[in-house]
């Protein structure tokens, strides 16, 4: 039962254009969000996150938008830039999985040039 | 800036052989984990520590065990290694639970044959 669906394997996207990536969740009790990038032979690193008490936040080409009533979360990148290829993941938190995270599968993005 | 240092890299083990994951951190941070990662699947925990000398279970402990005798380290072993347990594995620490931002360790493969 995954509680926290990224359903495209990969995303492929033209320099310089807009990237999305999309995450589901089933848990309504999950309060907290984020999104996390991996390079190949590296660990992931923290993108950016956004609490359930809001529906948007910036930081830079980084925008995360979340939907509660469709259980759904997003993430813009803009512009894409060829170092922004990498996997994508989406992860969540909240008090009844011990705000332990609760991660996606990961999206593979390609920024073509 | 070494951050989160795991050791080995890189380990083959034949099933019921016996190997000790290292993971060391140099950001006195309270929380460690370890997570696996297999392939189409997000990050799975294996076990955590909320400070030196605790230890918890994660989503999926069985066949792990851990030890957390300092604060800067957090050790996962495997007693009688079988295939299943083929998986990068991937340390974490994080200076408290409340934003689930992580700092990753680069990585360990395990094959075990």
């Known amino acids: 039962d995954q509680q926290v669906k990224q359903n495209s394997p990969s995303l492929s996207v033209q320099e310089g254009r807009i990237s999305i990536l999309n995450c589901d969740y089933t848990n309504s009790m999950f309060d907290y969000f984020l999104w996390y990038k991996k390079y190949p032979a590296e660990g992931p690193t923290f993108l950016i996150s956004?609490?359930?008490i809001k529906d948007k936040n910036e930081d830079g080409r980084f925008t995360v938008f979340l939907n509660k009533s469709a259980k759904h979360l997003s993430l813009h990148i803009v512009p894409s830039q060829p170092g922004d290829s990498a996997v994508y993941f989406c992860a969540a938190s909240g008090w009844d999985s011990n705000y332990q995270l609760i991660w996606g599968a990961g999206t593979k993005l390609i920024i073509k040039p | 800036n070494a951050g989160v240092t795991q050791t080995p890299k890189f380990r083959v083990l034949k099933t019921g052989q016996s190997m000790t994951l290292l993971c060391a951190q140099d950001m006195n941070h309270e929380y460690m984990y370890w997570y696996r990662q297999d392939p189409g699947m997000g990050l799975r925990l294996i076990h955590y520590s909320v400070g030196e000398g605790t230890t918890a279970k994660g989503e999926v402990p069985d066949g792990y065990n851990v030890s957390r005798l300092k604060k800067q380290n957090f050790l996962l072993g495997l007693e009688s290694a079988a295939p299943s347990q083929t998986s990068v594995y991937f340390c974490?620490?994080?200076?408290?639970?409340?934003?689930?931002?992580?700092?990753f360790g680069e990585g360990s493969r395990l094959t075990v044959l």
């Open positions: 956004i609490s359930s």
């Open positions: 974490a620490s994080s200076p408290d639970r409340s934003t689930g931002e992580l700092f």
